[in-house]
């Protein structure tokens, strides 16, 4: 990651904070910045970083939002956003003018509204615009908006026995990158596009701005990322797809069946929809059986593309896999492979 400088100002240009931090992304309107624990800041009051966190800026948004990680403590992730001007980048210095107000918001999603006497104060010592005051005053009701809707990067952490569910971060690749072990051939694993490459950066840019998806990480409770969680086609209130993956040395461990535990009730009761539907292919019977212990029953099936044909034929060869073979057929476009549709309700898992 690039070293930054962080910079915040008041708007008669006196300083605010700042402090040294990490590039970790940027693309289009966004910018990612990391920020280790212990990191010493200066301005109206100087200090370390308690935790460490991320910042995210816009060059187009009046706010940002600090995420810090409190895991240690047990309080999860906490989001502070500063109403801001938008963001100014030139590669080495990142800029912003702070406005005042503020929104906390823990990790039970109780939201705040801070120093609301320090914006109508300096409203009037540094003569804000009426244009300015306006704009301020709309981004607040926005971002409480977003933080109802529980949209990104609003998303807080679920701790279980071994595992924990949180965000996903783009050093998070870097992580998948570290994997090692082999996937057995219908393991079915959920794939990122390659290291390094656009298309890797076009796909988490889609799961960070689209309004149709979300992105979950698995790790364990010492930190290490081993897998995970994906919300697509999202009907609010309604339902989504689940997609989830874990790292080779991980499946078949109950990694994969405590995440999903974890998160259901997140699901169902933060984010509150009334249905979770997936699909997943008839011969991955490891992720069949985690489903079904979890609640979830098949309301349907359907026949996908297989790849190559070639691909298949030495699996499909040894013995302990020949009874799998009927979950294949040959068509006129190609070898498609039995995919079974499944589906948990809110009222199934409650009943559970």
């Known amino acids: 990651m690039t ?33 280790p624990a212990h990191t010493p800041f200066t301005g109206r009051r100087s200090g370390a970083m308690a935790y460490a966190k991320r910042i995210y800026l816009w060059t187009d948004r009046w ?26 980048f030139d590669g080495k210095t990142a800029t912003q003018v702070d406005l005042d107000l503020d929104l906390d918001m823990n990790n039970d999603w109780q939201v705040a509204l801070l120093d609301e006497d320090e914006f109508a ?14 704009r301020a005053e ?57 290291p390094n490459s656009y ?38 209130a309604q339902q989504a797809r689940l997609g989830i993956g874990l790292s080779p040395n991980h499946t078949g461990k109950g990694y994969g069946t405590e995440a999903l535990h974890t998160f259901l009730p997140y699901y169902f009761e933060v984010l509150h929809f009334e249905r979770m539907v997936l699909d997943v292919a008839a011969t991955n019977l490891r992720a069949i059986r985690s489903y079904e212990k979890a609640g979830f029953h098949r309301s349907g099936e359907h026949f ?19 009874k799998l073979r009927g979950y294949f ?14 589906q948990l309700t809110r009222a199934e898992w409650k009943r559970q």
């Open 3 to 35: 070293p930054v400088l962080y910079q915040s100002t008041k708007y008669d240009g006196s300083a605010n904070y700042q402090w040294q931090t990490q590039l970790e992304y940027s693309y289009d309107n966004l910018i990612i910045l990391f920020t």
């Open 63 to 88: 706010y940002n939002v600090e995420q810090s990680y409190m895991w240690n403590e047990g309080r999860g992730v906490r989001h502070y956003v500063n109403i801001t001007t938008p963001a100014t």
């Open 121 to 134: 104060q300096h409203a009037r010592q540094f003569r804000y615009p009426a244009s300015v005051k306006q």
């Open 138 to 194: 709309q981004t607040v009701n926005d971002v409480q908006k977003l933080m109802a809707s529980r949209a990104w990067p609003f998303a807080t952490s679920m701790d279980a026995e071994r595992v924990r569910v949180r965000p996903f971060f783009w050093s998070d690749l870097a992580s998948m990158d570290r994997w090692r072990g082999q996937y057995e051939p219908f393991d079915d694993p959920w794939l990122v596009p390659a």
């Open 199 to 236: 298309e890797r950066q076009h796909w988490f840019a889609s799961y960070l701005q689209a309004p149709v998806c979300r992105l979950y990480a698995i790790e364990t409770c010492a930190g290490e990322m081993i897998g995970h969680i994906s919300l697509r086609e999202i009907a609010t």
């Open 304 to 322: 996908r593309g297989a790849g190559d044909e070639s691909q298949w034929s030495d699996v499909m060869r040894q013995p302990q896999h020949t």
């Open 329 to 342: 057929r040959r068509t006129a476009w190609g070898l498609q492979q039995l995919h079974y549709d499944m």
